[in-house]
C-alpha cells in the first residue's frame, strides 16, 4: 500500500464564471493553493492558504504568494492550469488512485464529432477562481516508485493478463506512487477503464504518460490528438515533487494528423514521431528555475529520448542544455519493448561539472513482445521480449537526491536478474553467455567454477539472446490465432566468455557474479557435467 493516505475528495473548486475576456485579450485564470484541514475539496473559513507552491499552464510556472494566490494566461480555446505537488503534501486522488490536480479548459469541448473515441466535453467560459486543495502527509527520506512501460492490452483478456501478473505483483511492494510509461492501453480507448480499475487494486497513486497506442487517430492534428487521454488522465505535460526530487511528465508523441484506414478499418496508428516542442522545453526550464540544483530531476517521456528514428526525441540536445543546470539527473521511457540504459554527456548536450553524464533507463515492459508467445502453466503468454528479457516491471528506490533502479521479471522471484547460455555438457573451452536483464555498460560481470577457479572477467558482447532466438524458431508458425514473435534483437546487456579447457571430469557449478551500477550484486548458477575424454 501507498504511505500516502487516500484522500477523496473533488479536485478543484469551481465556482461562478468571469465574464468572457474582450476580443484579442489573452484570458487569465487565478485561484488559491490552501490546506484542506477537513478534506472536502473546497477552501472553507480558516483554511489557511499555502505559499510557494508551483502552479502552471504547461509552459509558464508561478509561485503562490503569502495568500495562496495565482494568476496565470491560459489558451482560450484548449489549455490547463495544474498544481505541481509539493513535497509534504498529496493532492486529492479519485476512487481509482488517479490524482486530481488540475482543470482543463475547453471552453466549446474537443471537436470529436468525428473521433473514435469521446474527448473533453465542453467547460464553457472560464471559472473566476481555480482552488487547489492540498492535505499534509508524512514522507520519509527514502521511497520507491514502481515503474511500468507499455501494459499496451489490445483487448480485455490481454487487461486480465496483465492484471493477473504484473498488476498482482506491483499490489505487493510498499510504494509511494507508480509512474506508467505510456502505451498503458492498445489503440482501444475505451480500454482505459478497465486497466485503471485494475491498477486501482494496487492500491497505489498512478502517475501516468500518454504513448503513441493511447492517441485518438481520428484526430487532424497533433492538437486533439490527446483529447481523450486527457478527459480521463488530465494534461499530458505536469510535474510533481515527493522527498527532495522533482518529476516532470512531458508528452513527447507528436501526432501529424489522421492518415487513412487499415485494410481492417482502423485507422491508421503511425503517423507520428518523438519530439519535444519548444514550449515543452520552456516548461522544464521554469520548473528548474524554482527547484534547488542539489535536488533529483526525474523526467518521463513514452519514446526515448536517445535512439533513432520513431524511437527517438527530437530536440534531445536542447532538452539536455535545460538539464544541465542540476548535476542529479535521471529520464524514463517505454515505447521499444527492450531495455537498456543510456549514459549521454557532452556530445549529447549535457554538461554539468559535478556530473559529466545524465542516465536514461529504457524500461523493460509489462507486455513483454506484446502479451505474444506460447501460454505458460499460468495461461498467460510467456511474452518475452526481443532482446531476452522476460515482462515486468521495475522499482526505482529514491533516498534524497540519490537512486538506484532494480528490474522484476514477472513470475519470477526477486532474485532472477540474469539468463546463464552455457553447454549442459562440456569437455573444456566452450563459449557461454549470460544475459544480464538489467545490465550497462557500467556493469561488471564475473564467473567461476565453484570450488575449482577464481572470479574472472566477462566480456561485454552485445549480441541476440540465444534463449530468446530459441523460442522464435521453436514458435514459428504460432498456434492457430496467436500473432508470431517479433525477430531476435540485439541485446545491450550481454556477456560471453569460454570454459576453461582444464576441467576435472564431474558436475560442477559454473556461477555468474553481477555488480551493477548502483553495486547491487546478483549470482546465479548453472549446473553442468564434463566428462572424460579419456579411453
Known amino acids: 500500500m501507498s504511505f500516502i493516505r487516500r484522500i477523496t475528495v473533488a479536485a478543484v473548486s469551481l465556482v461562478a464564471l468571469l465574464i468572457p475576456p474582450a476580443q484579442g485579450q489573452t484570458p487569465t485564470a487565478s485561484g488559491v493553493v490552501f490546506e484542506d484541514l477537513n478534506a472536502n475539496g473546497r477552501m472553507d473559513p480558516g483554511e489557511p492558504p499555502v505559499e510557494g507552491v508551483l502552479v502552471t499552464n504547461g509552459v509558464e510556472v508561478v509561485a503562490t504568494d503569502a495568500r495562496g494566490r495565482y494568476i496565470l494566461p491560459i489558451d482560450e480555446r484548449r489549455g490547463s492550469i495544474s498544481v505541481v505537488k509539493p513535497a509534504g503534501y498529496a493532492t486529492p486522488i479519485d476512487d481509482l488512485n488517479l490524482p486530481r490536480f488540475y482543470y482543463l479548459h475547453r471552453p466549446e469541448g474537443s471537436p470529436d464529432e468525428d473521433f473514435r473515441f469521446k474527448g473533453i466535453a465542453p467547460t464553457g467560459p472560464l471559472p473566476d477562481t481555480i482552488d487547489f486543495p492540498l492535505t499534509r502527509v508524512a514522507e520519509p527520506e527514502r521511497y520507491s516508485v514502481i515503474l511500468v512501460a507499455d501494459p499496451q492490452p489490445y483487448n480485455p483478456q490481454e487487461v486480465a ?26 489503440d482501444d480507448l475505451d480500454l482505459f477503464e478497465p486497466y485503471n480499475e485494475m491498477n486501482a487494486l494496487t492500491g497505489h497513486r498512478w502517475h ?24 480521463v488522465y488530465g494534461p499530458t505535460d505536469y510535474a510533481f515533487a515527493q522527498g527532495k526530487a522533482l518529476y516532470i ?16 478499418g482502423h485507422p491508421q496508428t503511425g503517423n507520428y514521431f518523438g519530439d519535444l516542442s519548444e514550449s515543452q522545453i520552456a516548461f522544464v526550464a521554469n520548473l528548474l528555475e524554482h527547484t534547488p540544483t542539489d535536488h533529483l530531476i526525474v523526467l518521463s ?12 526525441t527530437r530536440n534531445l540536445d536542447r532538452l539536455l542544455a535545460v538539464l544541465s543546470s542540476h548535476p542529479n539527473t535521471l529520464s524514463l521511457s517505454g515505447h521499444t519493448h ?3 540504459h543510456f ?54 528506490t529514491v533516498e534524497g537526491n540519490r537512486y538506484s533502479i532494480r528490474y522484476r521479471a514477472a513470475g519470477f522471484p526477486d532474485d532472477y536478474q540474469m539468463n546463464i547460455h552455457a553447454p549442459d555438457h562440456a569437455s573444456g573451452g566452450e563459449a557461454f553467455s549470460v544475459n544480464v536483464f538489467n545490465g550497462s555498460e557500467r556493469s561488471r560481470v564475473e564467473f567461476r567454477i565453484t570450488g575449482l577457479t577464481d572470479w574472472t572477467p566477462m566480456e561485454h558482447d552485445p549480441q541476440p ?15 492457430p490465432g496467436r500473432r508470431p514473435l517479433s525477430r531476435p534483437m540485439e541485446a545491450n546487456h550481454i556477456w560471453a566468455a569460454t570454459l576453461p579447457s582444464d576441467l576435472t571430469p564431474g558436475t560442477h557449478w559454473l556461477e555468474v557474479r553481477s555488480t551493477d551500477m548502483f553495486a ?10 564434463v566428462v572424460s575424454s579419456s579411453p
Open 161 to 186: 493478463w496483465y492484471g493477473r501478473t504484473v498488476a498482482a505483483e506491483m499490489a505487493a511492494i510498499p510504494a509511494a506512487f507508480a509512474i506508467a510509461l505510456g502505451d498503458l492501453v492498445g
Open 520 to 529: 547491487q550484486v546478483d549470482t546465479a548458477r548453472h549446473p553442468f557435467r
Open 208 to 231: 501516468n504518460v500518454v504513448g503513441n497506442h493511447d492517441l485518438n487517430f481520428m484526430a487532424p492534428n497533433n492538437d486533439w490528438a490527446t483529447e481523450t487521454y486527457q478527459r
Open 343 to 396: 549514459f549521454l554527456g557532452s556530445d549529447d548536450g549535457y554538461v554539468n561539472p559535478e556530473n559529466p553524464t545524465h542516465h536514461h533507463y529504457n524500461v523493460g515492459t509489462a507486455s513483454g513482445t506484446w502479451w505474444r508467445g506460447r501460454t505458460n502453466v499460468r495461461g498467460v503468454p510467456h511474452a518475452m521480449m526481443r532482446d531476452g528479457t522476460p515482462n515486468g516491471f521495475a522499482v526505482l
Open 301 to 312: 517521456t513514452h519514446i526515448p529520448l536517445p535512439g533513432s528514428g520513431q524511437h527517438s
Open 249 to 264: 511528465v512531458l508528452n513527447n508523441v507528436h501526432w501529424r494528423g489522421f492518415n487513412g484506414y487499415r485494410n481492417d
Open 338 to 340: 527492450i531495455q537498456r
Open 465 to 479: 539472446d540465444p534463449l530468446y532466438a530459441a523460442i522464435v524458431e521453436e514458435e514459428t508458425p504460432p498456434a
